[in-house]
């Protein structure tokens, strides 16, 4: 299953707002723990382990993210 | 306070070996009478063979060592005869606790299955298992067990292992043709033979303890992450018998080993998590460095390593003694087989093969752990930190925080020894797997289908209602042939049971549960290892096909 990164945001405006939102009147730390969390339950929504793999691929700007290893 | 522990003294006693003209000659020698060596010299004794079982001291280990043994450790202890008395002695539990910071996130439990004899865990201090096994050992009058011999110098080149032992009354040479060594992590015989372990991973310094307590916590695994009584770090505790307590308290990475084990410093920690003034005392104390690290290959010519000295990994998912013990289930039969001339000595290197892939499980598992536990970058703490608040209130966040997988029995799915199936079958009763146990009545007694299988081969047959002739030839050849194929016919309730040959044991499937978790279906056949793995199956028997997969499971192919 290949990950999607054709736009698929209903709002991208709406959504990044919401983002920023997300941390506000966190501290450094806070945040850092916010962002994991979400991390940890979209990929939960996610599931797929290949989809997920070539998502943390582009995270790292790794140049082709064909054939992804699943996360050890 | 209960009495603290004293361990027995077992007597030094003289062998003629040590006034030899030559060095004395015996088939099996085994170095190291821990939980694993003994385990194997008493399995070695079940398939009538003497065994010389070494250790360099007359006691059983001192400190606090393996403390919880796993269901299928259990099945194989009740295989060589010992597994009664570590239950009846031990604490059984399946519940764990998980908390982070100050209170508890989830709470889990551990129990797979109905219908099992043993309970998913036994904890019990190992000097209590280790003087069951010796009484055992001793019972089983083929284990000449030589305390205070330890062996100094090995040459292990060719077909005779020749071992030099020093004793209180000097040294003696003995020759043997096959040597097991399981003289644990630290393997003096290793060491001389000039073996490496490889891929050595520190896993951080921890604190163990075992503490005496009249504590009301009920027989759970308890795991803190961060507590506010040692915070930052983790904290471990298990029940065992006698009102003796094990904690692990993690130490910072640069913590002084001794400082940290002086009891002035480790009894602030103890009243700490115990939270109030509840009376305890320190029964031991001990800084270890928990790593991970395995030798390549398990076997070297005569020489057979097993347990810890083969592969060591921190005790979080108990797969210390667990592991040994399943590397000797696996072990014995094979080298039996070979001894007896009925199987060449390649069948010793699917040994090496099968518990080399469970020592890589072992060790993946165990890396696993320790970056959940000790995670290596501030990122990996954000995501531990997280995975633990957001599991208080979401499932899913549950099955990521590792404090330690525990100790499953392992599926040899890749082994070479297996058949793969030719015919389609569902559940988890594929070539490799361990077999399930079940609920059975053999002449009407109440029974376990695990206490008939094991320590030779043996077909599981789904009969008809009438077995034809040629399928009565065929399961008695099976029984009589030079690796002979042990038979059970499976009846089921309320059925008549099928006309059976002499030797064939009929067990009646009273809850049907084998019929489920094999899928039995009428026909069906199942070779099962002399270690309880499943080797083959097939939905019809056949006598060639069986002898094949005998072969095939005995390198005799």
Known sequence: ?????????????V????????HRGLSEDQSEIVNAKLILVLANHIGDLEVLGQAMHIARNDANPSRPEPAR | MPNPYSPPVYEYAPSPDQSAEVAAHHPVIVVGAGPVGLTAAIDLARHGTKTVLLDEDNTVCTGSRAVCYAKRTLEILDRVGCGEPVVARGVAWNHGKIFFRDKQVYGFNLLGEEGHRRPAFVNLQQYYLEEILVDCARDAKLVDLRWKNRVVEVDAHGDAPRITVETPDGRYALTCDWLIVADGAHSPLRRMMG?????????????????????EFPAERWFWFDPPFHPDHSV??????DHLWRVDFQLAPDADPEEERKPENIVPRIRALLGDGREF???TANVYAFQCRRMERFRHGRVLFAGDCARQVPPFGVRGANSGIQDVDNLIWKLQLVIDGKAPE???ETYSEERGFAADADIHSSMCSGEFITPSSKASRAFRDATLELSERHPFARRVVNSGRMSVPLV??????????????DGAMIPGAPAADAPIAVGGKASWLLAQIGGEFTGVYFAHRRISESEFEALTHLMTAPVPVRMIVVARPAETAPAVPEGCLVIEDRTEAITRSYDGRPGTFYLIRPDQHVAARWRALSGPLVRGAVAHATCND
Request: aromatic share 6%; glycine share 2%.
């Open chain 1, 1 to 13: 299953m290949r990950l999607n990164t054709d736009p698929n945001l209903d709002s991208p405006d």
């Open chain 1, 15 to 22: 959504f990044y707002e919401a983002l920023v939102d997300m």
């Open chain 2, 195 to 215: 073996l490496e372990t490889e891929g050595a991973k520190h896993q951080g310094n921890f604190l163990v303890a075992d503490v005496v307590m009249k504590a």
């Open chain 2, 236 to 241: 471990l505790l298990h029940k065992q018998a």
């Open chain 2, 281 to 283: 005392e320190l029964q």
């Open chain 2, 346 to 348: 390649q069948l010793l």
């Open chain 2, 412 to 425: 040899l799915a890749e082994s070479s020894l297996n058949v793969p199936d030719a015919d389609p079958f």
